[in-house]
């Protein structure tokens, strides 16, 4: 019944009440949010460590997490002493509206051992793994690298943790779909998860679960809380590791395997899943979710279309109109992109986000 707009990738996915038919036009297109998870005052917790420069890319993740989310936020920023009267300047200025909350933290970790792990892989990236320690009046967490952009609300994320069985106490995604180019099953020198192990950068916690946890180990027969496994774990693999925490994390899951939910790809989509020709199947078919932008990709000109999705993200003014001001000129761009191997499926993209900017405001229609 609605005018089909083909003109663009765009215009076959979007549709304004004002561009070719009325509201009830608009209100058929929108995808369906439930009503009481729209309204529900449940606080989602999302935490990130920043240090050295990366400030800006912190600032631009929870901008992104802002834009779309539906439930209220509450932010832990971990970041070094020198960092946080800049964070202050910049989140006080956003226009929150009652929406968000945020507590700055130092970078802490155990005194006998604070510089081994502050100097783990990179530095501070280490201080993910005493969050359930630090934070232990918070119930369950999303912890994100500072180079991750959410490309629909935190909510949908957060829903993951109603789907854990009764021994899973985190969640996070493969490091690689396809065995041929994985690293863990080519080059680690440690144990890992499964076939291609788990990336880190976005991992769900029901941090109340890890506290209570007894974790099996191959250091002695007695199980370890959290607490007392991290420090033995890092004493006799830190020869063998190469990816810092994140390979601590593979040690204790492969051991613990039943502790683990595992979602797909398009929840932590990064570079390795386009730049040897696309293979995370389900963003092919629903879009991106959570772009993760590792190897510094949001910053150089090796991946384009990764930095062009981050350049709009970061320049995007919450006063703007989404679809004139961030999705229209970032197709553009991202069709600038097609030499590439990502950006031959650039509209990988953009899919999921004009759902979420078309969803947000059918969210915003029905509150008037």
Known sequence: RCKNLSVSFWNSYWMLPSDVCGMNCFWEA???????????????????????????????????????????????????????????????????????????YPITFPTESAAEWKKLFKPCASQRLFLPLILKNVDSLLYVDTDILFLRPVDDIWSFLEKFNATQIAAMAPEH?????????????????GATGINSGVMLMNMTRIRRKYFKNDMTSVRLQWGEILMPLLKKYKLNITWGDQDLLNIMFFHNPESLYVFPCQWNYRPDHCIYGSNCKEAEEEGIFILHGNRGVYHD????????????????????????????????????????????????FIKQLTKSIRD???RRSRGR
């Open 30 to 104: 929108a995808f369906r949010y439930d009503y009481m998870k729209a309204h529900s005052s449940e606080k989602m917790h999302l935490a990130v460590v920043a240090c050295g420069e990366r400030l800006e890319e912190t600032v631009t993740m929870l901008r992104s997490a802002i834009i779309f989310s539906i439930k209220p936020l509450q932010f832990h920023i971990f970041a070094e002493d020198q960092l946080h009267e800049r964070f202050k300047d910049i989140l006080d200025g956003f226009p929150y509206e009652g929406k968000v909350n945020y507590t700055l």
């Open 177 to 193: 779909e396809e065995p041929r180019i994985g690293w863990y099953n080519r080059f680690a020198r440690h144990p890992y998860y």
């Open 301 to 348: 000109d090796k991946q384009p279309t990764f930095r062009a999705v981050y350049e709009a993200i970061k320049n995007y003014s919450f006063e703007d109109d989404l679809v004139h001001s961030l999705l229209q000129p970032l197709e553009l761009e991202l069709q600038k992109t097609m030499h590439t191997y990502c950006g031959r499926v650039y509209k990988v």
């Open 360 to 362: 947000l405001y059918a």
